[in-house]
């Protein structure tokens, strides 16, 4: 049975609070209306910039777990403004988050 755009979200809700080591006090609302990654992103941005302004060497580490390239994020790091690199960096988080999910849903039979 394929996801719906809903239950990938709130997959990558879970599986980035559980790679970011957050306790999920405020979990976003997914509504029907709205765009599911714009939520995701809204809800992860903030948090992404609170690391960066409060420690860095964390985030890195957290971000080594979650696999998101390195060379990715350094060059986000070199590149972007300073009022981009929270979103810039959560972008990188959702999408190496949908990633895994779609592999782990391609090869779910397979084991």
Do not use: C
């Not at 976003?28 to 992860?44: F, R, V």
């Not at 988080?93 to 084991?111: M, N, P, T, V």
């Amino acid at each position: 049975m394929m996801m719906n755009s809903q239950d990938i979200i709130s997959l990558s809700i879970d599986q980035i609070s559980k790679g970011l080591q957050l306790e999920l006090q405020h979990k976003p609302k997914l509504k029907d209306e709205g765009d599911p990654e714009k939520i995701l992103l809204a809800w992860l941005t903030p948090i992404i910039k609170h690391l960066l302004d409060t420690n860095l060497e964390r985030l890195l580490h957290l971000l080594y777990r979650i696999d998101v390239s390195e060379l990715k994020v350094k060059k986000t790091l070199l590149e972007a403004s300073p009022d981009e690199i929270a979103s810039s960096l959560s972008i990188l988080i959702i999408q190496r988050q949908l990633q895994k999910i779609a592999l782990r849903e391609k090869y779910k039979g397979f084991s």
